[in-house]
């Protein structure tokens, strides 16, 4: 059999197959259930070689010897649908449309000449089918459409007939490029079949691909209706369609069309709701999270769900006031501990640090201890009265007697490092290098990456005290801790400073004691010794560093000139240095989001691209630019 090639078909074939997966927008699967194989003997193993054959000809485009082996082992298998499969790609492959026609016309009438559809097998029925689908697809791909549309008509007449050749015919109709008649073929297959749900993720898939968003979520809250379990990944399918102007009008009004269905309005307001927050849109998104609270039965989950979902956002201010609104119609939902513990998140990131410890204080009882949020709120109040009160002595008092209470909570490990933290603001070197290795020798269980950052936390107080050699031990003896075999950016950067540094014992000292006083919050003290570092006379990799901790501490308080001038310096006393891309792209950001001047952004971002580019700064730069020459997008 031979005739010329055409792949044009395999565009069609995977686009249609891409919509029946489901097109990536969640987990909901319309996929046509497997044909059962009706063989009475096993695949013999040179049949199973012809086939490994056949399918590496037809993935090299030889599809003349693919279709020839593919005929061969058909013959011996008839009911093997990979084979009959292999033999309808190659012909279409190779254009031969007539020759398939042909080809399924005839077992079309071998399956019918001594029986009625009614009679055969649902194994046969499937077959006759799939033989009525390829026939119209083929006479369609010769131009004889109304052909095709009449030979389709016959599968509808078939009894009892699964699913399966209906998907089919739904790929055949976007190959032949009659898409406008999928939606009337759908209903006549759903009639068929029994079926109301069928070909609904299919048509819903398409309809996205053409930009019909409101008939996307047509069928997808039709298949809400039918199969509620899979409410929460239809949501997740809408909330996953694309987010421009026209999509977002059609979202919204096809929503609350759907606000008419009873059965689903629940899951339609929710879905406004998020639709709305995703948005930005807090004063829709919170009436329809009010609406959805009265309809599920008035309990305040709705609205306390929402607020956390504000705090997550930046969206403090917003979020407290959503639980005042929760603390008068659902006092005790806000007095529990999950509404408490949403209430002391927001107000500490308001910077009301009293209040929020206060709150706090009622969710680290010993009762509470007991859950997981009482856990978290532990954490989240002794990390907030060591860095933001600068309380050490009370957040180790407040941990402490936490362990005490509930030595087996779960996060004890993290505790233990806080503990430690407390210890090194109080610069209390030993104990905190004492806590920081129990930690890391497994005392609060088997965890891998807990002992990694002990085993670094120990490696900085070595540092701090100036036994260098050890802190290089210890930090390779993180590496090996850590599950993937490897430390934090900053952990490995430290590496880099010893190995550099050791040279200069004295310099590497005063460098120690700055990192020592950044990390307990004594920036003053810290800049000062930075500064004794960076103007010792002596321009090393220590002196470097240096001045970009004085241009960090004074990005910190708003000394943008400074800082400006700072790195600057650096870039004109070593231009070769191996940090000069990353300085100038910092310089580049200055300029763009702190002074507002994008022409000096554009400067130093260009230099990157001219003088350093192999750099891994590179792509960003360049980004960057884009988007000073093209805000709007």
């Given at each position: 059999m031979r005739c010329h090639v055409k792949t044009d078909m395999f565009k069609y074939i995977f686009f249609a197959f891409w919509l029946l997966a489901g097109n990536?927008?969640?987990?909901?699967?319309?996929?046509?259930?497997?044909?059962?194989?009706?063989?009475?003997?096993?695949?013999?193993?040179?049949?199973?070689?012809?086939?490994?054959?056949?399918?590496?000809?037809?993935?090299?485009?030889?599809?003349?010897?693919?279709?020839?082996?593919?005929?061969?082992?058909?013959?011996?298998?008839?009911?093997?649908?990979?084979?009959?499969?292999?033999?309808?790609?190659?012909?279409?492959?190779?254009?031969?449309?007539?020759?398939?026609?042909?080809?399924?016309?005839?077992?079309?009438?071998?399956?019918?000449?001594?029986?009625?559809?009614?009679?055969?097998?649902?194994?046969?029925?499937?077959?006759?089918?799939?033989?009525?689908?390829?026939?119209?697809?083929?006479?369609?791909?010769?131009?004889?459409?109304?052909?095709?549309?009449?030979?389709?008509?016959?599968?509808?007449?078939?009894?009892?007939?699964?699913?399966?050749?209906y998907y089919r015919l739904f790929n055949a109709m976007i190959d032949i490029r009659y898409p406008e008649g999928l939606e009337e073929m759908a209903k006549k297959a759903r009639k068929a079949t029994g079926d109301p749900s069928l070909l609904v993720t299919s048509l819903a898939g398409f309809y996205t691909s053409q930009g019909r968003v409101d008939a996307a979520i047509r069928e997808w809250l039709l298949l809400m209706e039918l199969q509620p379990r899979q409410a929460e990944n239809i949501k997740q399918r809408i909330l996953g369609l694309p987010e421009d102007e026209n999509s977002r009008e059609q979202i919204e009004s096809s929503l609350k069309a759907g606000l008419s269905k009873p059965a689903i309005k629940l899951n339609v307001v929710e879905l406004l709701g998020a639709f709305y927050f995703r948005s930005r849109q807090w004063e829709d998104a919170y009436e329809q999270v009010m609406l959805a609270d009265q309809i599920g039965g008035n309990s305040g989950l709705a609205m306390l769900t929402f607020a956390e979902n504000l705090i997550t956002e930046g969206e403090d201010k917003l979020a407290l006031h959503v639980l005042g609104d929760l603390r008068k119609s659902h006092e005790a939902l806000s007095s529990a501990v999950r509404g408490l513990l949403a209430q002391a998140k927001a107000l500490e990131s308001t910077g009301s640090f009293v209040e929020a410890d206060s709150v706090f204080s009622r969710l680290t009882t010993s009762s509470n201890l007991r859950t997981s949020q009482g856990q978290e709120a532990l954490i989240l109040q002794a990390k907030m009265r060591l860095n933001q009160l600068k309380e050490p002595g009370k957040a180790r008092k407040l941990l402490e007697n936490a362990l005490q209470q509930q030595p087996r909570m779960r996060n004890s490990g993290e505790a233990a490092l806080l503990i430690g933290d407390t210890y090194l603001a109080q610069r209390k070197l030993a104990d905190a290098s004492r806590i920081y290795n129990e930690a890391a020798t497994g005392r609060y269980g088997r965890q891998p990456l807990l002992q990694s950052r002990a085993l670094v936390n120990a490696a900085l107080v070595d540092f701090y005290s100036g036994d260098y050699e050890r802190a290089a031990d210890r930090f390779n003896e993180a590496s090996q801790k850590s599950p993937n075999g490897t430390l934090t950016n900053n952990a490995l950067d430290m590496l880099e400073l010893l190995r550099f540094g050791k040279s200069d014992s004295t310099l590497l000292a005063v460098y120690a004691d700055a990192e020592l006083y950044l990390r307990i919050g004594n920036e003053s003290k810290a800049e000062s010794l930075f500064t004794e570092a960076a103007e010792n006379g002596r321009e090393n990799d220590l002196t470097e560093r240096a001045r970009l901790k004085l241009a960090q501490i004074m990005m910190k308080s708003d000394r943008v000139e400074e800082a400006v001038q700072i790195l600057l310096a650096t870039i004109e006393l070593d231009p070769e240095s191996l940090r000069a891309p990353s300085i100038?792209?910092?310089?580049?950001?200055?300029?763009?989001?702190?002074?507002?001047?994008?022409?000096?952004?554009?400067?130093?971002?260009?230099?990157?691209?001219?003088?350093?580019?192999?750099?891994?700064?590179?792509?960003?730069?360049?980004?960057?630019?884009r988007e000073i020459e093209s805000p709007e997008t």
């Open positions: 990536a927008f969640g987990q909901v699967f319309d996929l046509p259930p497997s044909l059962p194989l009706d063989l009475h003997r096993a695949l013999d193993n040179e049949t199973r070689r012809i086939q490994r054959s056949a399918g590496q000809l037809e993935n090299r485009g030889e599809y003349e010897k693919a279709l020839d082996l593919y005929f061969e082992i058909y013959h011996r298998f008839p009911q093997y649908n990979p084979f009959y499969e292999g033999i309808i790609r190659c012909f279409a492959a190779l254009g031969k449309h007539e020759e398939g026609l042909v080809w399924v016309d005839s077992l079309r009438t071998d399956v019918l000449q001594n029986a009625r559809p009614a009679d055969l097998t649902a194994m046969e029925r499937d077959r006759l089918g799939n033989y009525i689908v390829d026939g119209g697809r083929f006479a369609g791909k010769i131009g004889n459409s109304s052909e095709a549309l009449k030979r389709w008509e016959e599968i509808y007449q078939i009894p009892n007939l699964t699913s399966a050749p100038l792209l910092k310089l580049g950001k200055i300029h763009q989001n702190d002074i507002n001047d994008p022409v000096g952004a554009v400067k130093y971002y260009e230099k990157i691209l001219i003088d350093y580019p192999e750099s891994l700064q590179v792509n960003e730069a360049r980004k960057r630019l």
